[in-house]
Nanobody
Framework: QVQLVESGGGLVQAGGSLRLSCAASGRAFSYYAMAWFRQAPGKEREFVASINRNAGNQYYSDSVRGRFTISRDNAKNTLYLQMSSLKPEDTAVYHC????????????????WGQGTQVTVSS
């Protein structure tokens, strides 16, 4: 069992930056591939970025590639998402997720979810 708690969300103007964090507890954090997903009101949850166990491989959705950076610190049991050049369409609840499947790209691969943190980008 893994517990995931996100933080760092908030209100930011378009063009601004935020860094999300996800603190993990329970079974060894380094065992899991990790990811960020987001869900806007009235829309399905969508993939944002993922990172494998040793951070050697990272994957991004087309909509965030070049603006967002996913990273992890296995010594601190923490996952990060650095978001830059934010746009109003990035507004959503951002969820941290863990999987024992490498190369996370879809919600069906997820074993554990966090509750989410709200990110709102104003125009």
């Amino acid at each position: 069992q893994v517990q995931l708690v996100e933080s760092g969300g908030g209100l930011v103007q378009a063009g601004g930056s935020l860094r999300l964090s996800c603190a993990a507890s329970g079974r060894a954090f380094s065992y899991y591939a990790m990811a960020w997903f987001r869900q806007a009101p009235g829309k399905e949850r969508e993939f944002v970025a993922s990172i494998n166990r040793n951070a050697g491989n990272q994957y991004y959705s087309d909509s965030v590639r070049g603006r967002f950076t996913i990273s992890r610190d296995n010594a601190k049991n923490t996952l990060y998402l650095q978001m830059s050049s934010l746009k109003p369409e990035d507004t959503a609840v951002y969820h941290c997720a863990a999987s024992d499947i490498l190369g996370i790209l879809a919600t069906t691969q997820i074993k554990y979810w966090g509750q989410g943190t709200q990110v709102t980008v104003s125009s």
